[in-house]
Nanobody, 126 residues
Framework: QVQLVASGGGLVQAGGSLRLSCAAS????????IGWVRQAPGKEHEFVAA????????HYVDSVNGRFTISRDNAKNTVYLQMNSLNPEDTAVYYC???????????????????WGQGTQVTVSS
């Protein structure tokens, strides 16, 4: 069982930056791949980024590649999403989620995760 708490969202102007955090509690956090998934108003969940249990593997949706960076500190049971050059299209509720293994098809599906955090709102003004 893993509990996830996402934080760090807020209101930022276009071109600005935010860093989201996903703090985990529970056993064997280091065994889970962690993904960030976002949902904009009226839209489906969209995969954003994911990182493997060791941090050696990462994957991003094309629209954030080069602007967002995912990282993890297993000693602190925390995963980070550094978001730079934000634009209004990035406005959404951002969720972190955990799953065992690095199955990229399931990871990028945006919904095949075992555990979910509560979400944090990111709003980018133009």
């Amino acid at each position: 069982q893993v509990q996830l708490v996402a934080s760090g969202g807020g209101l930022v102007q276009a071109g600005g930056s935010l860093r989201l955090s996903c703090a985990a509690s529970g056993r064997a956090f280091g065994s889970y791949a962690i993904g960030w998934v976002r949902q904009a108003p009226g839209k489906e969940h969209e995969f954003v980024a994911a990182i493997s249990w060791s941090g050696a593997l990462t994957h991003y949706v094309d629209s954030v590649n080069g602007r967002f960076t995912i990282s993890r500190d297993n000693a602190k049971n925390t995963v980070y999403l550094q978001m730079n050059s934000l634009n209004p299209e990035d406005t959404a509720v951002y969720y972190c989620a955990a799953r065992v293994g690095w199955d990229l098809v399931r990871i990028v599906s945006g919904n095949e995760y075992s555990y979910w955090g509560q979400g944090t709102q990111v709003t980018v003004s133009s």
